[in-house]
Every structure is written in C-alpha cells, then in structure tokens.
C-alpha cells in the first residue's frame, strides 16, 4: 500500500513510502493476527495425536482413524492411569486371600474381571473429567490437544461414549457378590465430584485416591463377601500413595494452573513438594503394614509369612525414595516419567503377597 507522508510543518512530500507490516505474532502470540499458511490449523484433526500421550502408541499406530478420539477420551494411549486404578484392586484381593488362607476358581475371574473394570471405568472416568473440563483444557497448554477442546468430539457423543463403558463395567460387576455389587454403585459418587475438586479445595488429589483407590475395598469384598478393617485401612494406604504419585504429576500444569486459578497440591506446597512427598511415603509403608498385619495376625501362625509380606510394602517404599531423590518439579520430563514409574510402585507388593500365600 500507499502513504502520504508529510513533512515536519504540514507540507506533502512527494515521494512515496513503503509500509512494511508489523508482525505482531512476534511479540503479543499468535491470536492477534490470520496464521501464515504454513502454519497448522488451532484444531487438532482426528488423526492427531495427543501431547502427552506414549509415544507410539497403538491408538495412534493401529486403531481405526474414526475411532481414535474415542480411546483418547478413555486415556487408552497413556495406560498408566488403568494401572494406577488396577493395582489396589490387585492389593485388596491378595490381602484378602492372605487373610482367610482360601485361593479360589473364582479369585481368578475376581483378577481378569477387575483389569476389565478398570480399564472400562477408567475409560468412562477420564471421559467424564474432560467433559467437566473442556473449557479448563483449552487453557492448558499439555491438555489442549485432548479430543474435546481440539474439537476432535463433541461433547454429546463423549456423553453417549461414557455411559457405553460404564454399562459394560456395570455388567462385569453385576458377577459379583451383593455387597461388592453395592460397593461398585457406591463408588460412583467420588469418580463424579472428582472433576470438580480443583474449583474448591488444594486437595483435589484427595477425592481422586478416594476414587482411584476404591478397588482395593471392591476386591476384597469380592473375595469375603464382607468388608474388612484391613481392606480400610489398606484403602487409605492408598490414597496416601495417590497423594504421592499425583503431586509429581500436577507439577507439570502448575504454571498454567495459576494463571486460569486451578487449586492443587503441587501448587499447595511449591518448593516444599519433597518434603510432603516423605510424609506421603511414609504414611503409605506404614497403613500398607499396618493392613498387612490387621489381615494376617491370628489368621495364620507362620512368622516368615507375615515378614515377607511386610517387605513387600518396604521395597514400595524405597521405589518411592528413589522417585523422591529424582525429583525436579521443573522439570516436565523428569516428572512424566517419574509418574509414570508408579506402575512399577504398586506392582512390587504382588509378588512378595503371592510368595506369602504358599507359606
């Protein structure tokens, strides 16, 4: 284009000036001007993969392109969330073997059916977190990507996806025993306020072991009929474990959190993070234990059984030592990474529980 510069006293000047256009994406972001055409469309598509996913996963390899929004919204590309769900299920049912000394044909569905549970509920539970969250999501910079606030699904088809995995996961559960049954239709109550935690406590990751840590009660009453002490106290074990393993994992977002005032516990303690991470550890050992011996004393008289059960929530405890020495909180990979090694956290008690039942 053209201007008509003029001079210092008001006078035209006759020769012509180039106006050079500013390019304001350079310092106020990218939402003050049109994106130049090699730049990528704000939406993701559906083929899009999600930031934090696992690299290579099988969603994002193999799974029908028109289904892919669909196992996101389930996390099934990041497995770690169904391992975290997992495993105290796993913890509950093999206390409560210990407990009554009795390995049944049922116990063995009681295991493949809580795997199947939980990567349903799972599923149904990230759904309806990011349903709860799309317009929070959209703030975030790591969860912008996700197939509702990319625009990959619209909100009515992730309710309709929701209520699909949760009927299967009714139906599973309807093969257990009547109390289960029960405790399986309680423990919908926390997976619903959960989302909503971060708008009105720093303890949103309270409610979330409340939810993540309900199998543990589950899987024992599967296999007693009746809930015990020991699966209660097993069950705050774990919600202690989630308070860990979910504080390293909301450093990442804490930054973004601030700015749009999502409360959390990594916002919460800040630089003094390790030092709650060791109450957390030692709260774990300690009502892991604890259970371990409610569950076992004046059940069976084998000394070295109990001992090397107890061990196996002392070897938890030195993995969590390991992640805690770790620790950057402002290091974004280092903390993905150490959340992610939680699976490898709440396997170790297995095996020292199953050795324990041949005693």
Not at 34 to 41: D, G, K, M, R, V
């Amino acid at each position: 284009m053209r201007l008509r510069p003029v001079q210092r006293n008001g006078l035209p000047l006759a020769q012509g000036v180039l106006y050079i256009q500013s390019n304001l994406c350079r310092f106020h972001g990218p939402d003050n001007m049109t994106a130049p055409e090699n730049t990528p469309e704000p939406n993701h598509k559906v083929g899009d993969a999600v930031a934090d996913a696992v690299k290579d996963n099988w969603v994002d390899r193999i799974a029908p392109v028109a289904t892919r929004p669909y196992f996101r919204l389930s996390r099934a590309d990041r497995p770690i969330g169904t391992w975290l769900l997992l495993l105290p299920c796993w913890w509950g049912l093999l206390l409560a073997m210990l407990h009554d000394g009795q390995a049944r044909w049922f116990d063995l569905w009681i295991f493949f059916a809580c795997g199947l549970g939980a990567w349903l509920m799972r599923g149904a539970g990230c759904t309806w977190n990011d349903i709860t969250d799309r317009d929070i999501d959209g703030s975030v910079e790591r969860t912008r990507s996700r197939p509702i606030p990319s625009g990959q699904v619209s909100v009515k088809m992730a309710l309709a996806w929701m209520v699909a995995q949760a009927l299967v996961a009714f139906v599973i559960l309807l093969t257990f025993p009547v109390n289960a049954i029960l405790l399986g239709i309680l423990a919908l109550l926390p997976v619903a306020i959960y989302p909503f935690a971060k708008r009105f406590t720093w303890w949103p990751q309270i409610f979330l072991g409340l939810a993540f840590n309900w199998g543990t009660l589950l899987a024992w009453t599967a296999h007693t009929g009746t809930l015990g002490t020991p699966a209660i106290i097993l069950y705050f074990a774990g919600i202690s474990w989630t308070l860990f393993y979910d504080t390293i994992y909301a450093h990442q977002d804490k930054e973004d959190d601030a700015l749009i005032g999502v409360k959390s516990t990594a916002r919460l303690f800040g630089t003094q993070t390790p030092i709650w991470l060791r109450r957390f550890l030692i709260g774990t050992v300690t009502l892991m234990g604890l259970a371990i011996i409610a569950a076992m004393i004046g059940q069976r008289g084998n000394p070295l059984a109990l001992l090397i059960a107890l061990s196996g929530a002392c070897v938890m405890g030195w993995h969590m030592v390991w992640q805690i020495r770790m620790l950057d909180i402002d290091d974004n990979d280092k903390l993905l990474m150490l959340f992610r090694s939680n699976r490898d956290t709440g396997l170790i008690p297995l095996p020292f529980f199953a050795v324990t039942l041949f005693l």
